[in-house]
């Protein structure tokens, strides 16, 4: 059963940085994508970062490109997102997601491509 635990959000100021993490068990396959999406009051949930675990195919959403930086260190069994320059259109619930891939599997941004999730982390950004 795959366990995923993101933890990191909070508030800042526009122009600051979070780091989120996202740990994870139970990826008892050879290989996932992975992924961050967020979803704001109102709005449907969008992909922010994706990853294969082959740390290819990362892929990111243009109003993120060159801040967020998504990441993983398999030995600790987590996946990151480094947030730079956030401003408050940010402001959203940040949720962990992995679905089951293989060595040469695509990963999109579609959440409903993705069956597990985590909780999701708040992160909150003012002005």
């Known amino acids: 059963q795959v366990q995923l635990v993101e933890s990191g959000g909070g508030s800042v100021q526009a122009g600051g940085s979070l780091r989120l993490s996202c740990i994870t068990s139970g990826l008892t396959l050879s290989y996932y994508c992975l992924g961050w999406f967020r979803q704001a009051p109102g709005k449907e949930r969008e992909g922010v970062a994706i990853m294969h675990t082959r740390g290819i195919r990362i892929n990111y959403a243009d109003s993120v490109k060159g801040r967020f930086a998504i990441s993983q260190d398999s030995t600790k069994n987590t996946l990151y997102l480094q947030m730079n320059s956030l401003n408050p259109e940010d402001t959203a619930m940040y949720y962990c997601?992995?679905?089951?891939?293989?060595?040469?599997?695509?990963?999109?941004?579609?959440?409903?491509?993705?069956?597990?999730w985590g909780q999701g982390t708040q992160v909150t950004v003012s002005s």
């Open positions: 997601a992995a679905k089951e891939s293989w060595f040469g599997g695509v990963c999109v941004s579609s959440p409903s491509d993705y069956n597990s």
